[in-house]
């Protein structure tokens, strides 16, 4: 498995943009597909974006569409999570998952990383 650090997570106002890193450990990183997905407080773990172990494909929830650009740079072993245009219901605690294929349930990712909570005021 790999083991997942995100970081970028922080408050930031209705409108504003964040970057959310994912740095993996191990040298078989683009081997794995990779997922960002959130929970915001009461709710279940949801799927925000993905992307294939080489870049070349990606998928974006629908009500990030056109929003949040996914991407990944293999050389450095980490994925990121371009937010632009945040909204209060952007609020959750992101996380980063690795897995063997690009799929939009989490129960396809063996590994995790701890989260970075993101905070949308209005």
Do not use: H
């Amino acid at each position: 498995q790999v083991q997942l650090v995100e970081s970028g997570g922080g408050l930031v106002q209705a409108g504003a943009s964040l970057r959310l890193s994912c740095a993996a450990s191990g040298r078989t990183f683009s081997s794995y597909a990779m997922g960002w997905f959130r929970q915001a407080p009461g709710k279940e773990r949801v799927f925000v974006a993905g992307i294939s172990g080489r870049g070349r494909s990606t998928d974006y929830a629908d009500s990030v569409k056109g929003r949040f650009s996914i991407s990944r740079d293999n050389a450095k072993n980490t994925v990121y999570l371009q937010m632009n245009s945040l909204t209060p219901e952007d609020t959750a605690v992101y996380y980063c998952a690795a897995g063997p294929r690009t799929s939009r349930s989490p129960a396809d990712f063996g590994s995790w990383g701890q989260g970075t909570q993101v905070t949308v005021s209005s």
